[in-house]
Structure formats: C-alpha cells, structure tokens
C-alpha cells in the first residue's frame, strides 16, 4: 500500500506544483536575494484632444493671480481647480490670452507656451500644468475591477493590478490584453507575466485611457465557481488524509 500512497502524494505534489508556477510572477528570474534590470524609461506624454489638465498661473502680482484662480473651467464636477479640457483642434481658452494650441506638445513644451503668452499681462509668470483625466480600466478576475484615475499621469502594469487588488488566484497571468486608443481606433496586445521579459518592454507602461483584461484560467467560467475555489481544500485534504492512512499502515 505504502508504493501507492507514495505515487499518490507525488502527483498531488507535481500538481501544486505546476498551479503555483502558473500563479507566480516572473519565473525565469535568477533565484538569487538581488540583481538588476535594465527598465525602459517612461513614455513621453502628448496632450492629446479631449484631455483634460489643470493649470495654475502665479505671478508677483496677487491681483493678477487671483484672477487666473477664477478663469478654470467648470467642466465637470470630478474636476477641482483651474481645469481646462483640451479642444478637438488642440486649443484651449484661456483668459485675456485666448486660444493657445497644446494639443501633441509635452507638458513642458505646453507651460513655456502659455508662459511666453502671459508676459504680456504678468510680470515673472508661472506655470504649472497637470493631467488630471489620465484613467486606466481593469477588468477581469482581479479582486477590484474598476477605473482608475492616476494623478502624475504615470502608471505601469504592475501598479495598474496593485490599484485593482491583485489578480485572484484564477486570473491568467501569461495572457493579459492590453485595448489602447490609437490613431487607426484601436490597437491590442498581449503580455505574459510568468516572464520577466515585459519588464525590459515598452509594453510596461500603460498609457491614458488603457484597458487591461485579464481573463480567467481555461475551464473556469464564472469567478464564483465554487468547484474551482474549493479545489485547493480537497487537494490539502486528501494530501492529509493518505499521509495519516499511510503512516497508519
């Protein structure tokens, strides 16, 4: 009986074992307490039609300042401070200066502009602008599924599953899509996380509007199937049960 009860426990054995392969991040990482990677640097960010930023304009003249505090625009209520959402040929209004085109300029390039525009009006302007509609979406079997806003406009996959909880057990590491707004419409793309490949690719960083699906491993078909969510306490069980009947004999 023992030879039995022996092979019985090496499968069970080999099965936990390719589950948690599986379930875990980064496989082909050396086994070792440090080293280093090679990540690719972050996007450079265009403003693009339909965004919307935040920008504050201060000077050495209070009057002035609190003048432009009054000029944001009240586009939604989501939205506090001086907002602006950018127009579909790129402008924006803003006031004494009027129209400024920022559409496809980094946020740098955008406050040197308006900068230049002030000086007209203020003396020693400044000029601060944020992205404030920057949103990514998770969906799938993760434990919170929802939108995310994300406030410097910088987000990597890995943080966008950390917003949304984590994976669940049954979630599909090594297919997650990726739906991205392009030019073209829309563009997809897959990226597997048992490899510590995507984290030298410039898949890495997720951009505005994202869309992040991670689909349940084959056979399971509903998060709240209870045969799969019990199946870790059968396999401990019956790992339980031969151990005890085997040493028993």
Known sequence: MKPIFSLVLIGLFLASCVSHKEVTYFNDLNNTIAGSLNMPDAPVLNLQPNDVVEIAISSISKDANEYFQKGGSDIDHKYAGNTYQIARDGTIDLPLVGKVEIGGMTNQDAEALIKEALLTYLQKP???????????????????????????????????????????????????????????????????????????????????????????????????DNAYRILPLVLSTLTFAVVIIGLSQ
Do not use: C, H
């Open 126 to 224: 400044s000029v601060n602008i944020r992205l404030v509609s920057f949103e990514i979406t998770v969906l799938g079997e993760v434990k919170m599924p929802g939108v995310y806003a994300i406030a410097d406009g910088q987000v990597t996959v890995l943080e966008a599953l950390g917003y949304a909880g984590d994976l669940t057990i049954f979630g599909k590491r090594n297919n997650i899509l990726i739906i991205r707004n392009s030019d073209a419409g829309k563009e997809y793309f897959r990226i597997d996380l048992n490899s510590a490949d995507v984290l030298n690719s410039e898949k890495f960083y997720l951009r505005n509007n994202d869309v992040v699906y991670i689909e349940p491993s084959k056979g399971l078909t509903s998060r709240d």
